[in-house]
């Protein structure tokens, strides 16, 4: 009595605090936000709720658990919600908590449990521990810090923990990549929600005294559960062999060098660093300089530079400093003999760059469900229906007196029937035939769920140079000509290449631009000397290219002078110069409007104390003296390529880092812009703070604090077709609007709330606080073709604002600055080497931007044999079921063998082959209709479901109609005939045979009918294991239907004896009429309401 009324009392708190969760009162304590670190790369948390599980209510769920079968376990398994509020209890004291309930900045919530090192609690999420700052009273996740500290205090720091706390507490220095055990596998495969629903139909049909198709499909079910375990294994270990870096390294440790396990560095190892070494943690050069390769990071083969931090007092920023620190998966080809060559280590394990790569393999963001929900409801409808037409019948049957249970058991059947729980299987052969497909055509993918997602695109993003462009340059012309001296000097020495076994290596440009002046370069000198203008220059110092300056530079002497000779964008040497060099910007923009490439050329004399001095101080008042033109030629098959795109429809963009009007000039040559348009280009100028429009040498300029600046824009921007823009002018957008991005799972929509607009889409949220502007901003992006002098972390945002317009964007780039925006967009494409294929969904082996169609083209097709697929099993058990009901009004079934034949033997091959359809040869202007509610995609099922309905009701009276023995009467209702009650089904019959054999007939027709090949697919005759499948089906009908034993291996009645009067002949021509109206009318249908949309924008 006293437990009965502490479960009383459970149940009521249980109840109220439902209640306080759905009407929003407060009953829990506040959430501990979260202070988030750039190591979480694309999975940064938002808050962090202690909770304790309540041993009480687990005794509860188990009592539960049993008493329901096990459905209740299910319950909690499969609604977060439920499984959240049930078990835990939200605390306020964290040292009481048992748990932590983890929110995503996605929304999405999950539940880690709490661990415990040195007294003090963490949590492991997504391979990230993550622990509690008691100062600040913010959670964060646990990493070396470096964070507002000098690199002299870092390494100071490094010293504060013994090698073991260190390892406990950061972990060991390599990326483990977890693999399910079978046990733990198969628990959750064989507890999947489509497997329960199998489960259910095994036990209907085991009642039903039906045997051999529950069996085959449990064995179907258990081949399939462990054929994908061994694929995620596979996949998995091939994961690992990426991962894995096994070496041995030396560090140095008090004074002295230590041999040991790479996986066994620690953050604040000093690690020594040498040639041929691959790195296998994130760390920062503190001594010495080497030359490395980044490919499989980047995916690009360039040989970069790069050296120790020059002021170790100064705070050390990762990010920004780049040119100073290594990567995990770096290799090392070059070191500096001369010195010793130190680096510290900063981050190991899934805190590097490369551990957050595998982190977005392993953790990849959800793919959109739109279509599955809406294949669910759709799904629940036809079992609603199937259950009123049911219901119905039961005037027809009652009367029949069924065994109460045989009617209960035919009603659970036609349920199950409606629910397929094998389609998740063959959408997911779908993705991963088109995988293997672009595989064979050297595109590499690692998400199945992006081909898809290829099947939505409407809006496709390029990078310019090393994408539209080769990588190649070929200089032009030096200007101006009197000036050759000097700028010979500064092409000369403003580099930083490298020779390895005599052959010349780094940025293609700089190679160019050596070869262009006709200087020797000593590499095996220390430091190098350059000779040239009967002079021999000796570098002093390199300050590699930063994309925040857009300028690189050197300190040089000629043995009596110190120089620095810069190199760069012309515009921002320009703005820094000793005197504004109107002429060559002129010049400047004259080249640029033609496609080249420009650098400027500038120098500065320096006194023999000012070498030392830091960039910011050097890179001032300089002596702008000369351009350097160059030619970046188009890819072979670039502007085929985009012509392609176009004529779909497509809306085709440009996000550059190079010059406004050298990227506007490779757009209208690779044809993504008209050549006859004027393009207008917005830019911003921060000094005057003023927006500036320029188009050919016609300039207009809006100052920001003229009272009508946004009614000018907004006047000066209704007459133009096509825009460009700057990353300033875009940086300007966003600070006047002030816009937020975040990440959300909302729906598509465009409101207000508290005085703000918003756009929604299932990816981003943007805020807007000025709605005025906003509307302008939004305008510019959606008109804007061509975006240039973009910084890396800009093309993302680009992405993710147009993505704001429910767009669905491809992304395709060539690397580093290149990668956000990659894995920003629905699709990404990079070109890349096979070992750096996880870097992006779609890797391709060659540099031909051909691998964008080849992506598409199977994402089409493959979303339309979805598509399919789901129409197709739909269709065909909606039909059986109207079959059953007709055998029922004799008391009949289909037979054991019968069963297994419509729902395995027939359409299972018949559905593995449909998956295997490749694509058209040709890009389609328009996208596969993956609405199901869309009136064309229900008139397709429909369709088909009218006129193979209707020729099983005329099969089933004219059946009747000819028959002239019964077991009683003629005249007399057959009702009358059937021996009452009826505790068993017959399972050998006159209408169960003349059933099967229309089914037999109309599983086949249906799948030429729903077969789409225009504009997506190749021909139905084309897919020979489909069509061979086909016409096996068909064959084996007529041999049923004609011959007199042709049906025996079926257990079927001879439907062509003397009882019949030849029915057998009118049968088949009633499922050949309705099979042809079917596919007459499905072709009209397709015709004028096809199942697909234009694509537009």
């Known amino acids: ?279 296998n943690c994130d760390c920062a050069i503190i001594s010495g300089d080497v030359i490395v390769n980044e490919a499989t990071l980047t995916g690009e083969g360039i040989p970069i530079p790069k050296s120790a931090l020059p002021n170790q007092n100064s705070i050390f920023e990762l990010e920004k400093m780049s040119q100073h620190c290594l990567f995990e998966g770096t290799k090392l080809i070059q070191v500096n003999n001369t010195q010793e060559n130190i680096a510290i280590v900063l981050r190991t394990g899934f805190t590097s760059l490369r551990g957050q790569y595998f982190r977005n393999v392993l953790f990849p963001e959800p793919p959109s469900m739109r279509f599955y929900i809406q294949a669910a409801k759709f799904i629940l409808e036809i079992a609603f229906i199937i259950a009123v037409v049911y219901g119905f019948l039961l005037i027809e049957y009652l009367p029949m007196e069924f065994k109460s249970s045989i009617l209960v058991l035919r009603f659970l059947d036609n349920i199950v029937w409606s629910i397929p729980p094998s389609m998740p299987i063959f959408f997911q052969i779908c993705k991963t035939a088109s995988l293997v497909r672009l595989e064979a055509k050297g595109v590499i993918g690692n998400n199945a769920d992006k081909v898809e997602s290829a099947g939505r695109i409407d809006t496709c993003c390029f990078d310019k140079t090393g994408t539209l462009t080769t990588l190649g340059f070929k200089a032009i012309k030096a200007f101006p000509e009197e000036e050759k001296p000097i700028l010979d000097a500064i092409m000369g020495c403003c580099h930083h290449l490298i020779k390895l076994n005599g052959q010349l290596l780094g940025d293609p440009l700089e190679i160019e631009m050596l070869n262009f002046v006709g200087w020797q370069c000593n590499f095996h000198n220390n430091p190098v000397t350059i000779e040239g203008n009967g002079k021999i220059y000796t570098i002093h110092k390199i300050f590699d290219f930063s994309s925040q300056k857009s300028m690189m530079s050197v300190i040089v002497t000629d043995g009596s002078k110190y120089y620095l000779y810069v190199k760069g964008s012309p515009e921002s040497i320009n703005s820094i110069s000793i005197k504004k060099r109107d002429d060559l910007i002129e010049e400047f923009n004259l080249n640029a409007i033609k496609g080249y490439r420009v650098l400027g050329l500038a120098y500065k004399e320096l006194q023999q104390n000012q070498i030392d001095q830091q960039r910011e101080q050097l890179e001032q008042q300089l002596n702008f003296v000369g351009l350097l033109v160059m030619e970046n030629p188009l890819k072979s098959d670039t502007s085929d390529i985009i012509t392609t795109l176009k004529e779909t429809g497509l809306d085709i963009k440009v996000i550059s880092g190079d010059n406004p009007l050298t990227t506007i000039q490779c757009a209208k040559l690779a044809g993504i812009v008209n050549q006859d348009n004027e393009i207008t280009f917005l830019d911003y100028n921060q000094s005057n703070q003023e927006i500036i429009l320029q188009c050919n040498n016609n300039q207009q300029i809006i100052k920001e604090s003229q009272p009508n600046s946004i009614q000018e824009l907004e006047q000066f921007l209704s007459t133009q077709q096509e825009l460009a823009l700057t990353g300033k002018f875009l940086e300007y957008m966003f600070n006047k609007g002030n816009f937020l991005i975040e990440s959300k799972n909302s729906q598509n929509s465009f409101g207000k709330q508290q005085s703000k607009e918003k756009i929604f889409t299932e990816i981003n949220q943007i805020d807007i606080d000025d709605g005025s502007f906003a509307q302008i901003a939004i305008s510019i992006i959606k008109k804007t073709k061509v975006f240039a002098r973009q910084k890396p972390e800009q093309k993302k945002l680009i992405i993710q604002i147009i993505q704001s317009f429910g767009r669905q964007v491809l992304m395709c780039g060539d690397g580093a600055n290149d990668c956000s925006a990659i894995s920003q967009a629905q699709v990404g494409i990079s070109f890349s080497e096979a070992d750096a294929s996880y870097t992006a969904p779609f890797s391709s082996k060659s540099t031909s931007l051909d691998c964008v169609v080849k992506v598409l083209l199977q994402g089409k097709a493959a979303t339309m044999t979805i598509i399919e697929v789901f129409q197709y099993q739909i269709s065909v058990n909606t039909l059986k079921f109207i079959a059953v009901l007709f055998t029922f009004l004799e008391a009949e079934t289909f037979a054991d063998f019968q069963f297994t034949y419509t729902s395995i033997i027939s359409n299972i ?72 009650p009826i505790d068993e089904l017959k399972k050998s019959g006159d209408i169960q045979s003349v059933m099967f054999m229309s089914l037999m007939f109309f599983f086949m027709t249906f799948a030429i009918n729903l077969y789409i090949s225009n504009p997506f697919k190749q021909r139905y005759f084309r897919n020979y294991l489909l069509l061979l499948w086909t016409l096996l089906g068909f064959i084996l009908f007529f041999v049923s239907a004609i011959f007199p034993k042709g049906g025996k291996w079926a257990k079927l009645i001879n439907v062509n004896d003397n009882a019949f009067q030849g029915y057998n002949w009118i049968m088949i021509a009633v499922v050949v009429i309705a099979s042809l109206l079917g596919f007459i009318t499905q072709t009209i249908l397709q015709k004028y309401l096809p199942s697909k949309k234009k694509i537009e924008f």
């Not at 100062?135 to 646990?142: A, H, K, M, N, V």
């Not at 051999?212 to 994908?228: C, G, H, S």
């Not at 389609?924 to 479901?945: E, G, R, V």
């Open 1 to 279: 009595m006293l437990q009965f009324r502490h479960l009383i009392l459970f149940i009521r708190e249980y109840v109220i605090k439902i209640k306080n969760q759905l009407f929003g009162q407060s009953y829990i304590s506040m959430p501990f936000q979260v202070q988030n670190s750039c190591i979480e790369g694309q999975h940064p948390l938002s808050q962090i709720q202690p909770i304790r599980i309540s041993k009480s209510r687990i005794l509860l769920a188990i009592i539960l658990s049993i008493s329901t079968a096990f459905l209740f376990a299910l319950a909690l398994k499969y609604f977060k919600k439920l499984y959240q509020l049930f078990l835990f209890i939200e605390c306020s004291d964290e040292s009481i908590a048992t748990h932590y309930r983890i929110v995503a900045n996605s929304g999405e919530e999950f539940i880690c449990k709490k661990k415990m090192m040195y007294d003090k609690p963490f949590f492991v999420f997504k391979m990230l521990k993550y622990s509690f700052n008691a100062s600040t009273q913010f959670y964060q996740p646990i990493e070396f810090e470096t964070k507002c500290k000098t690199l002299a205090e870092i390494i100071n720091l490094s010293s504060k923990q013994t090698r073991e706390q260190k390892i406990k507490h950061f972990g060991t220095c390599q990326l483990k990549i977890p693999i399910e055990s079978i046990f733990i596998y198969s628990l959750h495969a064989f507890t999947g929600p489509f497997n329960i629903l199998q489960y259910f139909a095994v036990a209907i049909w085991f009642a039903e005294k039906t045997v051999l198709q529950p069996v085959l499909i449990l064995i179907f079910t258990v081949l399939t559960v462990y054929l994908n375990y061994f694929l995620y294994v596979r996949s998995r270990r091939r994961l690992q062999q990426l991962a894995n870096i096994h070496q041995d390294v030396t560090i140095k440790e008090a004074d002295q060098f230590k041999l040991i396990n790479g996986a066994d560095l620690v953050p604040g190892d000093l690690l020594i660093l040498k040639e041929n070494q691959t790195l």
């Open 909 to 980: 091959p018949l559905l593995i082959f449909l998956c295997l359809s490749g694509p058209c040869d040709t890009l389609a202007k328009y996208n596969p209709l993956d609405d199901q509610f869309a009136i064309y995609n229900q008139i397709q099922i429909y369709n088909n479901l009218i006129w193979g309905a209707a020729g099983l009701i005329v099969n089933f009276f004219i059946s009747q109609a000819v028959r002239d023995v019964h077991t009683c009467e003629i005249d007399e209702p057959i009702i009358n005939c059937i021996p009452k």
